[in-house]
């Protein structure tokens, strides 16, 4: 029998920012200081761009729990999930790790997309390619705080949610249900994700002409971006 699941809350009244789009964040430190502490609490880490807002809507309907520091649809909980970081000082280490990564070159386009640099500027491109190459190699490869870490893939994700999905269940000690993920799936689509993220109009990108000048770039940066990334580490690249 799986154990029963931690659970985190406060007795604190939560202090909330809202949006319009129906998201809030908790912006009290004193709360989520007193929440993290606890050395258990599980953390999701993700480099920009990788997928980490669906994948938390996701989680957030599927376990009917809030996650930190946004919070998309169980506001009025106290019970959070996990709480979610980007780690760029890689300086976080922590017992319990979800962990999400993506296949570099789209994340390297959509991050320099996000942060409104030139896309063709050579050294801005290895710059983050070499970001992101050190953030996979400690948490894919080197990291040895985690006693307990669950490594997640968002093309695995969208090529097969039920397998990839079953990993976080059995991370938060539960039984999979595939109906629930497939109706919790079917509400999530990229309408959703945008209308729950008004608060970074950035987060997702509909048109037709960012999918178009992704493509470009891939084909005329891709060569660079794994080379860097995956140059003198087979570990990062035995993930791909």
Known sequence: MLAKPRRWA??????????KGGSTA????????KITDDPDFPFLVSFPRTGS????????????????????????????LCLHTHDLGLDVFRKNVIYLYRDPI?????QMKYEKEDLSDIARIKYWAD?????????LVAETVSQKKV??????????????FFKLVLFFGQTFNP??????????????????????KQVVQLSTDYSI???????????????IVFSDSLEIKDFF
């Open 10 to 19: 406060v007795g604190i009244k939560n202090k909330f920012s809202k949006n």
């Open 26 to 33: 908790l912006s009290d430190q004193r709360i989520i200081k």
């Open 53 to 80: 807002h669906w994948l938390r809507m996701l989680m957030e309907l599927y376990f009917e729990r809030p996650s930190l520091v946004r919070i998309f649809y169980y506001p009025d909980q106290k019970d959070y």
């Open 106 to 110: 789209p994340t390297v386009y959509s």
């Open 131 to 139: 970001l992101y190459k050190q953030h996979l190699k400690k948490w």
């Open 151 to 164: 490594i997640i893939c968002y093309e695995n994700l969208i090529k097969n949610l039920e397998d990839e």
């Open 179 to 200: 109906k629930k993920i497939a109706e919790v799936r079917a509400r999530i689509d990229k309408g959703e994700v945008k209308n729950k993220t008004t608060h970074d």
């Open 213 to 227: 000048a992704r493509e470009i770039f891939s084909k005329r940066y891709g060569s660079i971006i794994e080379n």
